[in-house]
């Protein structure tokens, strides 16, 4: 993520949530903090193959303390089928960029997924090493961790872990879901012998 220096306008990215609507929608819910008042104007979005990009664009408004807002933006998407998206979320004060961040998710989504700043930090948990020769740490422990292949297939499922043994997968890329403090994450990492 990239923030710009505090100024007048100053503009970031507080939180994105991404959800399912029935199916066929995923719902993008965009928390936005700035030094002043400001209001929602417009917003765009493209879908091509499995990136998704989304511009939010708002307006000076009134008054001169911290503003907070959250917006609301349903994008068409078949959300019932294996898949892995890739997001990435532009917001704009008038026609100037002021932050860009991207989060990358699976579908179907089993509830709410969150990429949250605090801050100015992304909260992650790290993965190392990558590639792996088989065992994998975590820089904080998770609630969970599932391992899909590259067909999105779940080959492996660890609860309340930070070390997982991964010796018993063949060479290849696969996609890691840790799930940790409400937040889904999604890593991927190459194993190889």
């Known amino acids: 993520m990239t923030l710009l220096p505090q100024q ?13 609507i029935y ?3 995923i719902n993008i819910s965009l928390d936005t903090e700035a030094v002043e008042i400001y209001y929602f104007q417009s ?14 664009f708002y307006v000076e408004g009134f008054g001169s ?16 089928q294996s898949a892995i998206y890739a997001l990435y979320v532009e917001i704009y004060y008038g026609e100037n960029l002021q932050d860009t961040t991207q989060m990358t998710f699976i579908t179907p989504l089993p509830a ?4 949250t ?6 909260i992650k948990i790290v993965v190392f090493p990558n590639p792996t020769n088989g065992f994998l740490n975590l820089s904080k422990k998770a609630d969970s961790v599932t391992i899909y292949d ?8 660890f609860k309340e872990v930070q070390f997982v043994d991964l010796s018993a ?18 890593k991927q990492i190459i194993r190889k012998r």
């Open 8 to 20: 007048l306008s100053a503009l970031h990215i507080r939180q994105i949530g991404v959800s399912s």
């Open 23 to 25: 199916g066929d929608s």
């Open 43 to 56: 917003s765009t979005y493209s879908v091509s193959e499995n990136t998704i990009l989304l511009k939010v």
């Open 65 to 80: 303390t911290i503003a907070y807002l959250n917006n609301n933006f349903a994008i068409p998407l078949q959300t019932n």
């Open 112 to 115: 709410t997924v969150y990429l």
């Open 117 to 122: 700043t605090q801050s100015s930090e992304i």
């Open 150 to 157: 590259s067909q999105l297939r779940k080959v492996m499922e």
């Open 169 to 186: 997968l063949a060479e290849g890329c696969y996609l890691v879901k840790l799930h940790t403090d409400n937040i889904f994450i999604t």
